[in-house]
């Protein structure tokens, strides 16, 4: 545990992350911790320990458990090998994929890791097929063999230059195949994998304990003995036991006025450090096609065209998110401002003229849902404001419901709302995953949207291309698209911020492309 009576020189910094990397500080002589397990803290608890079942925040502990075939090494924008030795595509038609194991490979349990526990994992994955689960990344995979032990063949039934951000996902998560069933979850809390560290113990919403892998063999230098994560339902908590030396890291869900306090406080908690740095990770409302209202385009045109991104960016969020246009965020290859360059600045009036040409003449009935424990602490507020937007307008009638994260999982999968919020952070950096995920009739939300220009057309096209510099207008005819059938109404672009105590190290360069903490970059710095 951290000891707050350490000798250290007293510094507080905010620093982005391209400086922090130049901060003073040594690992131990043995690159081991020797004060017990860094304690790291988040909002996003794991909502299942299954590979197969999870295409959300679960990701984060898998990528620390668990192993892909390729993966992220800090600072890689492209996946690298991790318990694959070699992968690449054997045809012009990126068409088929071959990957070949490194030697020796191992679960944690001593069981081996070969081809068939590959080919297992991600069968599973398609043979288990959960609602919303992530069989929806491999819609271009025909079939998968093993014709040796460290030799991996993955056949595509179309081109997809994009596969190989696809493996190195934690849904492709490599499982050993005596625990994980082939055509069912694996339901008794228990974990078997063969990543940087093994999953010591686990108390669902609360804790998860990690300690290093001796089996592990990979990419990952680990700078630590043990990482034990903690679940908190709020920023407020997470943020007093990061104070209160109970935890050294926090990673996620840090609430903007959180963010606001620690930047002013510069030089007064001398004990803490801010890193900020750039992030894809958005929030936006889902419309239920189902539902009588929530399913008419002219309804979710007028609700495009009243919601107030700048407002809920600065006064829920204190301009520590950026108002997001488009589905797919800035700094991304094919974003465009495609609901402003069509709606403009929020208009009462022009709503209103969408509505009455549309006959609708009357309040527009509409529940929005929200979850109360996933995506940080102002997520309540946020559908407060939107709710305040649109009933101020006249022109609709709003009632907002929400549930814990599991059980909303489960309502927007049995498609029981009409207008629900989501997150997303990306599965690789590429504008591709904030397409491709939500359209079709399987997808990431639970909610079909066939969009077949999209799925037939544009991203087939797209996934021939290994520059992913020449898909843009692809990319760019899509969000038309999307902003024409206003069924996904983006609201923000988040940024990332990981507050720690000052004397820990290796933030820097722990997060990967899709913004999942590499645990085991974090160390103590042991000297000045």
Same mark, same amino acid.
């Given at each position: 545990?951290?000891?707050?009576?350490?000798g250290?020189?007293r510094?507080?910094?905010?620093?982005?992350?391209?400086?922090?990397a130049?901060?003073c500080?040594?690992?131990?002589?043995?690159?081991s911790?020797?004060?017990?397990?860094?304690?790291?803290?988040?909002?996003?608890?794991?909502?299942?320990?299954?590979?197969?079942?999870s295409?959300d925040g679960?990701?984060?502990l898998?990528?620390?458990?668990?192993?892909t075939?390729?993966?992220?090494p800090?600072?890689?924008t492209?996946?690298?090998?991790?318990?694959?030795e070699?992968c690449?595509?054997?045809?012009?038609?990126?068409q088929?994929?071959?990957?070949?194991l490194?030697?020796?490979?191992?679960?944690s349990?001593g069981?081996?890791?070969? @081809?068939?526990? +590959? !080919?297992?994992?991600? =069968?599973?994955?398609? *043979?288990?097929n959960?609602? /919303?689960?992530? #069989?929806?990344?491999?819609?271009t995979?025909?079939r998968?063999?093993?014709?040796?032990e460290?030799e991996?063949?993955?056949h595509?039934?179309?081109?997809?230059a994009?596969?190989p951000?696809v493996?190195?996902t934690?849904?492709?998560s490599?499982?050993?195949?005596g625990?994980?069933?082939?055509d069912?979850?694996?339901?008794d809390?228990e974990?078997?994998?063969?990543g940087?560290?093994?999953?010591?113990?686990?108390?669902?919403?609360?804790?998860?304990?990690?300690?290093?892998?001796d089996r592990?063999?990979?990419?990952?230098?680990?700078?630590?003995?043990?990482v034990?994560?903690r679940y908190f339902k709020?920023? @407020?908590?997470? +943020? !007093?036991?990061?104070? =209160?030396?109970?935890? *050294?890291v926090t990673?996620r /869900?840090?609430a #903007?006025?959180?963010i606001?306090?620690?930047?002013?406080?510069?030089?007064?908690?001398?004990?803490?450090q801010l890193?900020e740095?750039?992030?894809?990770?958005?929030?936006?409302?889902?419309?239920?096609?189902?539902?009588?209202w929530?399913?008419?385009?002219?309804?979710?045109?007028?609700i495009a065209q009243?919601?107030?991104?700048?407002?809920i960016?600065?006064?829920?969020?204190?301009d520590?998110v950026?108002p997001?246009?488009?589905?797919?965020p800035k700094?991304?290859?094919?974003?465009?401002?495609?609901?402003?360059d069509?709606?403009g600045?929020?208009?009462?009036s022009k709503?209103?003229?969408?509505?009455?040409?549309a006959?609708?003449?009357?309040?527009?009935?509409?529940t929005?849902?929200?979850?109360?424990?996933?995506?940080?602490?102002?997520?309540?507020?946020e559908f407060?404001?939107?709710?305040?937007?649109?009933?101020?307008s006249?022109?609709?009638?709003v009632?907002?419901?929400?549930?814990?994260?599991?059980?909303y999982?489960a309502g927007?999968?049995?498609?029981?709302?009409p207008?629900?919020?989501?997150?997303?952070?990306?599965?690789?950096p590429?504008?591709?995953?904030?397409?491709?995920?939500f359209?079709?009739d399987?997808?990431?939300?639970?909610?079909?949207?066939p969009?077949?220009?999209?799925?037939?057309?544009?991203?087939?096209?797209?996934?021939?291309?290994?520059?992913r510099?020449?898909?843009?207008?692809?990319?760019?005819r899509?969000?038309?698209?999307?902003?024409?059938?206003a069924r996904?109404?983006p609201?923000?672009?988040?940024?990332q911020?990981v507050a720690?105590?000052?004397d820990i190290?290796?933030?820097?360069g722990?997060?990967?492309?899709?913004?999942?903490?590499?645990?085991w970059?974090l160390?103590?710095k042991?000297?000045?």
């Open positions: 545990m951290f000891n707050r009576n350490r250290l020189r510094v507080a910094a905010i620093v982005s992350i391209s400086s922090l130049t901060g500080g040594i690992l131990s002589p043995d690159g911790d020797d004060e017990g397990p860094i304690v790291v803290g988040t909002t996003s608890a794991p909502s299942t320990l299954d590979p197969a079942a295409w679960s990701w984060e898998f990528r620390n458990i668990y192993q075939l390729l993966s992220y800090s600072g890689a492209a996946p690298q090998p991790d318990a694959a070699q690449s595509f054997t045809d012009a038609s990126h088929t994929y071959r990957c070949e490194r030697e020796g490979l191992a679960f349990n069981d081996r890791l070969d @081809a068939q526990a +590959v !080919k297992h994992s991600i =069968d599973r994955v398609k *043979q288990i959960v609602n /919303g689960g992530p #069989a929806g990344l491999l819609g995979l025909e998968v063999q093993a014709p040796s460290r991996v063949v993955f595509l039934n179309k081109p997809d994009t596969f951000f493996l190195a934690p849904a492709m490599i499982v050993e195949p625990g994980y069933p082939a069912a979850l694996r339901e809390g974990v078997v994998g063969s940087p560290y093994a999953l010591r113990s686990y108390a669902d919403g609360e804790r998860a304990e990690l300690v290093r892998n592990y063999k990979g990419f990952a230098e680990r700078r630590n003995d043990a034990t994560v709020d920023s @407020a908590g997470m +943020v !007093k036991a990061l104070r =209160d030396g109970e935890i *050294q990673y /869900g840090l #903007a006025d959180d606001i306090t620690l930047q002013q406080q510069t030089g007064e908690d001398e004990n803490l890193v740095g750039s992030g894809t990770e958005i929030r936006y409302l889902v419309f239920n096609p189902e539902d009588p929530a399913g008419r385009k002219e309804v979710r045109r007028a009243v919601v107030d991104r700048a407002a960016a600065h006064t829920i969020y204190r520590t950026d997001l246009y488009s589905m797919v700094g991304l290859t094919g974003h465009t401002t495609g609901f402003f069509d709606y600045d929020p208009s009462v709503a209103r003229k969408i509505l009455s040409e006959g609708i003449t009357e309040p527009v009935p509409l929005l849902w929200y979850t109360t424990d996933r995506y940080g602490s102002e997520t309540g507020r407060e404001e939107i709710e305040r937007q649109l009933e101020s006249g022109l609709f009638r009632t907002l419901e929400n549930r814990p994260w599991k059980t999982v927007y999968q049995k498609g029981e709302y207008v629900f919020g989501r997150g997303w952070s990306p599965d690789f590429d504008a591709e995953n904030f397409i491709a995920p359209v079709g399987q997808n990431a939300l639970g909610t079909p949207y969009a077949p220009e999209i799925t037939g057309e544009l991203l087939p096209r797209s996934r021939r291309e290994s520059d510099a020449n898909v843009e207008r692809d990319f760019e899509a969000q038309e698209i999307l902003v024409d059938d996904l109404l609201l923000w672009q988040g940024k911020y720690a105590h000052a190290s290796g933030a820097e722990a997060m990967d492309p899709s913004t999942i903490m590499m645990m970059q160390y103590r042991t000297s000045w």
